[in-house]
């Protein structure tokens, strides 16, 4: 079955260490991007990628990190310099022309990250 | 910029009532408009979409319209059940080189009682 896998589901950390979310998607979809949702406040853009090896700032990336070395793969790693990093994240992608309606983004199930 | 507005929730309704979730937009050229759901501790799932004024997405019973006189997308169910429970996205996509970024709203819990 195609699709997106995140992981772990839950996670938690001491305050002060990084952390990476793992993001896999075997779609072969040149575009992926990672959302922050917290509570009544919709889903928030972090980083996208259109193609590999490259990456672009959203509204919140300030405290983020991400690589696309791989198509299949676009890890985020959450910084220390996040300051309030407990959220759900989601993880998305799309296929950018291989399809009429180019917009269509299907995202994975999301790691909720709590740092304690 | 493009935005989306939903209505704010949360939304409370009896099993077998009518539903609509009212969603506006604003945006430069034609977008394409989505409405995602999402269940509780998952992801989103796309529900329906629309590409063009006028055009009608639907699916499980779900319906919206793309109206650009309105600049609006309202999610419509006639007979909602309790396992329509959730969260509901309206998103709005730009095209062209926003490469496939879409901007949401900031969703509407529904909840409905037997």
């Known amino acids: 079955d195609g699709g997106i896998t995140q992981s772990p589901k839950y996670l938690f950390r001491k305050e002060g260490q990084n952390v990476t979310l793992s993001c896999e998607q075997n779609?072969?979809?040149?575009?992926m991007y990672w959302y922050r949702q917290d509570p009544g406040q919709g889903l928030r853009l972090i980083y996208y990628?259109?193609?590999?090896?490259?990456?672009q700032k959203g509204d919140i990336a300030e405290g983020y990190s991400v690589s696309r070395e791989k198509k299949e793969s676009f890890p985020l790693t959450v910084t220390s310099a996040q300051k309030n990093p407990t959220a759900f994240y989601l993880c998305?992608?799309?296929?950018?022309?291989?399809?009429?309606?180019?917009?269509?983004?299907?995202f994975g199930p999301g790691t909720r990250l709590t740092v304690l | 910029g493009d935005s989306v507005t939903q209505m704010e929730g949360p939304v409370t309704l009896s099993e077998e009532a009518c539903l609509t979730i009212?969603?506006?937009?604003?945006?430069?050229?034609?977008?394409?408009l989505f409405w995602y759901v999402q269940y509780p501790g998952e992801g989103l799932q796309l529900l329906l979409k629309?590409?063009?004024?006028?055009d009608k997405g639907s699916n499980k019973g779900f319906e919206a319209t793309y109206r650009k006189e309105t600049t609006s997308f309202h999610l419509e169910k006639g007979s909602v059940q309790v396992s329509d429970s959730a969260v509901y996205f309206c998103?709005?996509?730009?095209?062209?080189?926003?490469?496939?970024?879409?901007?949401f709203g900031q969703g509407t819990i529904l909840t409905v009682h037997p």
């Open positions: 998103g709005l996509g730009a095209g062209g080189t926003s490469y496939g970024k879409l901007t």
């Open positions: 998305a992608s799309t296929p950018l022309g291989r399809e009429p309606l180019t917009d269509t983004q299907y």
């Open positions: 779609l072969n979809h040149d575009a």
């Open positions: 629309a590409t063009k004024a006028d």
């Open positions: 009212n969603c506006t937009y604003t945006a430069t050229g034609y977008p394409s």
């Open positions: 990628s259109q193609i590999v090896n490259d990456f």
